[in-house]
């Protein structure tokens, strides 16, 4: 390998101002502005990224750049005569390598942007080995999940980041103005929020990493019993990975009024689909003082945020979603984002009508339809592709009743493509009512104090809801595997990078 | 349980512009203006919240309502004409009892606050038991981590949390700002980032927790010769929690430039000390053509700009905190934020001079000091508190070698009070170094390929430095025990609620 240095040993500077404490410019500040970086013509800049593509044509060299920062390359024109040149006949500058340019910076003649690079100087920072994996040829992302590392190198993955960027921040930005504060739930509990959840197990009766693979079961500790021995566990007791932070974010909520949870969540199911991952993120807002009204207003505004923030923040990439994998994305979330339109927009269901639009359907369903049955995935395509959106789901111990003694206050938000985006309800804040609900399906008081303690106490109306974060990135982008909305993605069998 | 209803049934009501979903006033808003409440006097107001206290007296009582919006409590004044006031009477309103309180803004007689409410109408929503355990009386934090779930309802863990949260939003805040994008790192794990950390295990071997308490050993799995059968587990071999995210982030700052994580990390340590935890949150940013100094003044602007947002946003906790918690709490994080100061702020010392200036200690050290080996907290004090400030760690393997042959490329950033907040470095950009790196620790460099990968294909100098949040809130608050810098601690043998 070459060893190349910079030619300025700083690449980066302390400035004056916080917040600014580098001055290197990316391809997104010189071509980001409203007119696409004419702005700058004839000034002398610097392009540190790495080598899309090499077209060597006779009297001139064309290498597009890409740093991350934007959708966009820098396309850099380069003659023979420009200082470096020779790295381009020697092969060193191939795509995937990365590369310092500097140039001036001029109007381009291309049809596909305002500016181009005329170089006066290339050096190759590192040079790629010819097996790089990822060439301009097209390859398809079943691949390129095997490629987690270098997939962000890619247009598309590139774009996702970005877009998934922007939604997260989007988020801490709604709720951060609307007076939330976010908490952190914990991850390892010895408590199981929904009392059903399949759960990941943590622990230390199994060494630690190098030695795992060879461990003994007789080596766990145990009991006389031949029961493991949970007090020589590290927590003392079985622990196991969070499956939702509600509980513990309802705690904040009758103290601070309004907080929020984003963190990992985890799933031990056994699903092996495109809309299911092992590890999550997951967004949990809890309001105090407020009903099952209140919980809908909040999800439909966050979501309505969000949307605008990505579709006003995000537009190269959302253009290249609606050419490459969803035609009619934008318009799609430009409906969604018309805060004007927005009753109108969403529709809200109860329970009963989903049920009686779905026995009216046409359509055969694999699960049969009877009113108390759990709505299936089947169902709820059904609802939001061909009939409408919006409805409730089944009883979680912690939905409050109604009045009617069958159905509680709960709500879910289905969205074209991927079904069930928000799960919310009103919680049950009467003690005696929650008592016995625990009761009727044999879940421990005990385990429960803390959470009982919450009605005890200076109980009050509370509702919240949760939303599956690789979900949103999915509605947003149009792609289509959930397991291309997240960075390193976990599922059974895979837990690679 | 006396059961209330709300005046109106409808507590929030949507609003006509995306970002204002409810109208609900909270303490803050009302008094948290520049004129302390004083444009509203003359207004019909609702306050919801906590009764903090109650004083009755012969003609007026006096309710201190707290919401959790800010640390100051509405002070409602109330006659025996006010409706609901037989509530008071009957002692359902109580220390802990939530309450709806209407009434008229007033300027307030007394001198700590500068408005109070008039109460023409009092609710009780929830009332207390006569067992809540956070009665005025001052109770002590360890106690208060037994309370978990109700301590945010105090002074103390009330600014705590919206410190926190002023926090994680200004890191968002800084990154964003600076092009950074968000990265979650994965949490599930089936590579060991340091090559040593303690990890906790992640496994579906042993049955989900409500059966877990009673597993026979012999349950579990296993192959002929005895061995636990991994190929049964979830991921179909021995998987972990995350120790760091550093290499996963590394990845896409290879691909998108400039990237961070801010999410759960942990440590099956068993250390129960003041200033570990076994689930902490990491921030680690990733910087692409990036070397040492760069990163550097990245730590530091981003540390100036997070202070900087706490003293302009948390004003009224952070002198709470100046009174009660660390006096002096508010200078030392001033000088921190003076950006004009802070070349000479923050004094750089390499790894010789630190050991250096140990061996020049007048001080006993329990550990012995000499070149070569790892700062102990007792030195790295000494440095902060009684010399200065800045210093470099022992090396992992993917820190860059010096020219020296015998240092690498790391920094530690050292504060008062925390001791270690942030460590960095250069991270080893060259494949054939990092290869005998990995071969000098005899980690197989088959586990490592893709992270080798990225040497392999375009390589670029990077550097990048790892942040403990809950340290953080230590530095800001001065709170002295890390457990009361998170909602919910982890440590050997607490994994409650």
């Given amino acids: 390998m070459k060893k190349t240095e910079f030619p300025e040993k700083k690449v980066g500077e302390m400035g004056n101002t916080v917040g600014e404490f580098r001055k290197k410019l990316k391809i997104a500040d010189i071509k980001g502005g409203p007119d696409e970086g004419l702005n700058r013509v004839g000034q002398t800049v610097v392009v540190m990224g790495w080598v899309r593509t090499l077209r060597v044509q006779s009297s001139v060299t064309f290498l597009e750049v890409n740093d991350g920062s934007s959708l966009s390359n820098m396309q850099c024109v380069m003659n023979s005569d420009a200082e470096g040149y020779d790295q381009v006949e020697s092969g060193l500058i191939a795509t995937g390598a990365s590369i310092w340019v500097q140039g001036t910076l001029v109007a381009s003649q291309g049809s596909k942007q305002k500016v181009e690079l005329k170089v006066e100087k290339v050096v190759v920072v590192g040079k790629s080995d010819p097996s790089y994996p990822i060439q301009k040829k097209r390859v398809s992302r079943e691949f390129l999940r095997t490629k987690a590392h270098l997939r962000p190198r890619t247009n598309t993955f ?296 919450l009605r005890r106490y200076g109980s009050v109306p509370h509702a919240g809801f949760g939303l599956g974060f690789e979900r949103l990135v999915q509605f947003a982008t149009g792609i289509e595997n959930i397991r291309d909305a997240i960075p390193f993605p976990r599922a059974p069998g895979s837990a690679e990078f």
């Avoid at 694999?366 to 959106?389: M, N």
């Avoid at 991927?418 to 929650?434: A, F, M, N, P, T």
């Fill in 158 to 453: 590139g774009a996702v980041a970005r877009v998934r960027n922007a939604l997260a921040y989007a988020t801490h930005k709604f709720f951060q103005e609307n007076g939330f504060v976010w908490i952190s739930s914990p991850i390892i509990t010895a408590s199981d929020c929904e009392g059903a959840g399949e759960q990941f197990c943590v622990t230390t009766l199994i060494p630690s990493s190098r030695e795992a693979a060879d461990s003994p079961v007789d080596a766990i500790p145990n009991t006389k019993n031949g029961l493991i021995d949970w007090s020589q566990d590290f927590f003392g007791k079985p622990a196991f990975l969070t499956v939702s932070g509600q509980l513990n974010a309802e705690t904040y909520a009758t103290a601070l009024s309004d907080v929020y949870t984003f963190g990992p969540t985890f799933r031990a199911e056994n699903s092996n689909t495109s809309r299911h991952l092992a590890e999550f993120w997951m967004i949990e807002p809890e309001l105090a003082f407020a009903d099952l009204d209140d919980d809908m207003a909040c999800a439909t505004a966050y979501l309505q945020y969000v949307v605008r923030h990505v579709l006003d923040n995000c537009k190269e990439d959302m253009e290249f979603f609606n050419t490459w994998i969803e035609k009619g994305v934008i318009d799609r979330l430009n409906v969604r984002a018309q805060f004007d339109v927005a009753e109108k927009d969403f529709v809200q269901l109860t329970y009963t009508d989903a049920i009686g639009l779905l026995l009216k359907a046409k359509k055969k369903f694999e699960f049969p339809v009877k009113w108390g049955c759990d709505l299936q995935s089947e169902h709820e395509r059904y609802i939001t592709e061909e009939a409408f959106k919006g409805c409730p789901e089944i009883k979680a111990f912690y939905m409050r009743q109604n009045d009617d003694g069958k159905t509680v206050a709960a709500m879910d938000m289905l969205v074209p493509r991927v079904g069930e985006l928000i799960g919310g309800s009103q919680r049950e804040e009467r003690l005696d009512y929650l008592e016995n609900r625990l009761d009727e399906l044999k879940l421990s008081k005990e385990s429960y104090w803390w959470y009982l303690d």
